[in-house]
């Protein structure tokens, strides 16, 4: 099992901050920032929504969000030198607010926002049980939820290779880029060990997230998941 104590996680990331976006960008081919703008594509944003982006990291998707017109956008995460990167990519006055939190106790009133998305972070959370309370009770009433995250290919000489490149191939290069083996060690047992599409979208549904679309991005290398919140009467 692997350890996802919130010190722990803000600490591995708050060693890697400063190579996190060339790792991304260089590890993915550049695809998580096509998958960033499918995801906010599908959240549909409308003008004046509160959005809340959970484990935001260097603000990635809280830009691209703030790019779709007149909303704004909180971000929250538990390593502040990552926070620090984001607040260096912000525009002058941009409406972007970054807070250092745990998304399992976050900082927020019942029925804030209309609006949140996770992308690659949902698999850090030490309980998604909990994680997913939090998210459904500062969402509004028919708010929209966008989870983003690493999954495996089905196919099987597709995944054979994957794995081959995601056991030996991304913990070396990642370690060599960011001077920390340790962390995409963890990047690595983080996602052979999460849910499958499926039983991540049975515990939204459950945790009254009704998941309206799911989406297999590149092969199923990822995943996207959209939610809606349930009224409460709609719960059985």
């Not at 509004?140 to 995250?149: D, H, P, Q, S």
């Not at 060990?193 to 991005?217: D, H, I, Y």
Request: charged share 25%; with cysteine; aromatic share 8%.
């Amino acid at each position: 099992m692997i350890d996802k104590h919130p010190d722990r996680i803000g600490g591995m990331f708050d060693r890697i901050a400063p190579a996190y976006d060339m790792a991304n960008r260089v590890l993915s081919l550049s695809l998580d920032t096509l998958w960033r703008r499918r995801a906010i594509r599908l959240l549909a944003i409308t003008g004046g929504d509160r959005v809340l982006d959970v484990a935001t990291g260097t603000g990635d998707l809280a830009l691209r969000a703030l790019k779709t017109g007149n909303c704004r956008v909180w971000g929250v995460d538990l390593s502040e030198k990552m926070l620090s990167r984001a607040r260096e990519k912000m525009p002058a006055e941009a409406p972007l607010f970054l807070i250092r939190g745990d998304a399992l106790i976050m900082p927020f009133r019942k029925e804030s926002f209309d609006r949140l998305m996770v992308a690659f972070g949902i698999r850090n959370m030490a309980d998604i049980g909990t994680f997913l309370d939090e998210s459904r009770r500062v969402l509004k009433e028919g708010g929209r939820m966008a989870v983003l995250e690493f999954s495996l290919p089905r196919l099987a000489p597709l995944r054979w290779l994957y794995l081959l490149y995601f056991r030996g191939v991304l913990p070396l290069a990642g370690g060599i880029m960011s001077g920390d083996f340790s962390a995409y060690r963890y990047l690595r047992d983080s996602v052979l060990e999460f849910l499958a599409p499926e039983a991540l979208a049975a515990q939204m549904n459950a945790k009254g997230l009704a998941v309206v679309t799911t989406r297999s991005l590149f092969f199923g290398i990822a995943h996207l998941l959209i939610a809606e919140k349930q009224r409460n009467e709609d719960l059985v």
